[in-house]
Structures are given as C-alpha cells and as structure tokens.
C-alpha cells in the first residue's frame, strides 16, 4: 500500500492555476494528496487540462472562475470550496499579471490592473481564507511574490510595488495569524521558465541570465516544490518568512 502524502486530508486553492506556476503548484499539492480548487480568469480549456493532471495524480479538482480583483467573485468561489470540501486550508496567492512600462509613461490603468490582482486579490483571498483557517485552527497562506519585489525593475514599478506590498501584507497576517496555527509566508522567484518571461526579447533574456549564478532559469517546479514544503506541517514554525527561488540572482 503507498504511503498517505503530506497535505492528505487538506483543501487547498491556487488563484491563477491554469498555468506556469500556478499549475505547476496545483499539480504538486495534489500529488501531496491535498484536493484543489483551481482557480482560473477565462481560460476554461486549459483548466480543465489542470484538473485531468490532478486526476490522474489520484486527486481530486473544483474548477473556479473567478477575477481575484472582484470582491463578490472571490466571495463566490470561497462559498463553493466550503460547501463541497468544508473550506479551505491551505491558500496559495498566485495570480498576477504584468503591464510594464517606465514610470513617464505607465498609465493611471495599468497602475491600477496591476495592483488589483496582484496585490487587492491577494487581500480579498486571504481574508476569505482566514475565516475558514480560523476556525479550524490551522491554515497556510503562501504568497508569491518575485525578487523584483525585493530589487525594483526599471519599466515595472506598479508590478515591484504590487510585489513588496505582498510583503507587508505577508509580514502582517504573520503575526495577526500566528496564535491560531495559520502560518503566512512569502516566496519570491527570480526568472522562472514561464509565458511571463517568454514574452521578453532573446537580448533581455540572455542579460537576465548572465547575471543568474545557476547559470538557468527556474522551472515552474522549483517553485512549486518550495511552496508545498511550506504547506506541510514540517513547515509549522516557519512564518512571515520571504524564501528567494532565485538560482542565487539576488545574492
Ligand atoms: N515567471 C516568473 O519569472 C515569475 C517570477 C517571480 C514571480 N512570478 C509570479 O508568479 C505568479 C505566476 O506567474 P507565471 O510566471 O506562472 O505567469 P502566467 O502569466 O503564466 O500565470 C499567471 C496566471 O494568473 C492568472 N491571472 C491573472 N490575473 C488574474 C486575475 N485577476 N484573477 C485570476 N487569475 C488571474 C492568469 O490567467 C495566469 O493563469 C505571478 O504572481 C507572478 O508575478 C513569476
């Protein structure tokens, strides 16, 4: 008989899933044994490709459609997950988008777009999270930020202020959660192999990884296995933490 995995039992949602990362942590807290609700903006295809990957890892999937900027939707979604799975246990803040251009000429709406999902989501998730984690006495809210959070990017201040509220906003829930056995951590990837860093030119990309000591760029999986590390109980006394996935470009 194989052995029950880590997050047996648990309930776990991944915000913007469909994906790169997202799908890459959903696929991994699965084969952990936790059942996903998979969130997703619009596109339906490639979700329901996410939820047969979990499937077959012998887990079971909730579809959810939901812009994590909308208040009402994310509402929606957290009431399914608790009439079909009792609520959530572990949240991984993971959608986010970008919308790069320098601080002359970056729109009041592309500042706006930004922020909203990736910092207002990660709020209006967690808060819906932490009712449910409170009450189980248990939770793990797991945010990903990125090292440009840390450093500033020239042509992405709304996307570095985006990922250094998620700090504060990691920090913060950190200690207001800690008493009830929630555990609020931060991870922040450095160039990791998805749509994000392909759109970017061949000359940024072979600057980018001139200056990455491992000489790559990450995989979606080296981050997802961070993340899933820190949603087990092993990870219990680690909170308000930032974890770099860098390949040591932040060294
Ligand atoms: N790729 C990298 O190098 C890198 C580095 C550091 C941090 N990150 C962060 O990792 C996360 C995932 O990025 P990725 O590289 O997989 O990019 P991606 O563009 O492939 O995936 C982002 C996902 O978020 C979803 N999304 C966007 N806005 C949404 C909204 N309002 N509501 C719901 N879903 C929404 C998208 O549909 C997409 O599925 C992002 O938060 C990103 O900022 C990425």
């Known amino acids: ?46 979700a329901e490709a996410v939820d047969q990957a979990i499937r077959d890892a012998g887990s079971e999937a909730l579809l959810l459609s939901a812009d994590v900027s909308n208040a009402s939707q994310v509402q929606a979604i957290f009431q399914e997950l608790e009439q079909a799975w009792g609520g959530v246990d572990i949240l991984v803040n993971n959608a986010g988008l970008t919308r790069d251009s320098l601080l002359l000429r970056m729109s009041e709406e592309d500042w706006d777009a930004v922020l909203d999902t990736n910092l207002k989501g990660a709020f209006l998730c967690s808060k819906a999270a932490a009712r449910t984690m409170v009450r189980k006495r248990w939770g793990r809210i797991i945010n990903i930020s990125s090292v440009i959070g840390l450093a500033g990017n020239p042509g ?12 504060g906003l990691t920090r913060t829930l950190a200690r207001e959660l800690a008493s009830r056995n929630i555990t609020v951590n931060a991870v922040a990837p450095g160039f990791i192999d998805t749509a994000m860093v392909a759109s970017l030119s061949e000359e940024a990309k072979a600057q980018v990884r001139a200056r990455i000591p491992m000489d790559r760029f990450g995989t979606p999986d080296d981050v997802a296995a961070v993340v899933a590390f820190l949603a087990t109980s092993e990870a219990a006394y680690v909170t308000g933490q930032v974890i770099g996935i860098d390949g040591g470009i932040a060294l």
């Open 156 to 167: 992405q201040a709304n996307y570095a202020a985006s990922k250094a509220g998620l700090l």
């Open 1 to 46: 008989m194989t052995q029950p995995g880590p997050l047996q039992g648990k309930v776990a949602l991944v915000t913007g899933a469909s994906r790169g990362i997202g799908r890459a942590v959903a696929l991994r807290l699965a084969q952990a044994g936790a059942r996903v609700g998979v969130n997703y903006r619009s596109s339906r295809q490639a």
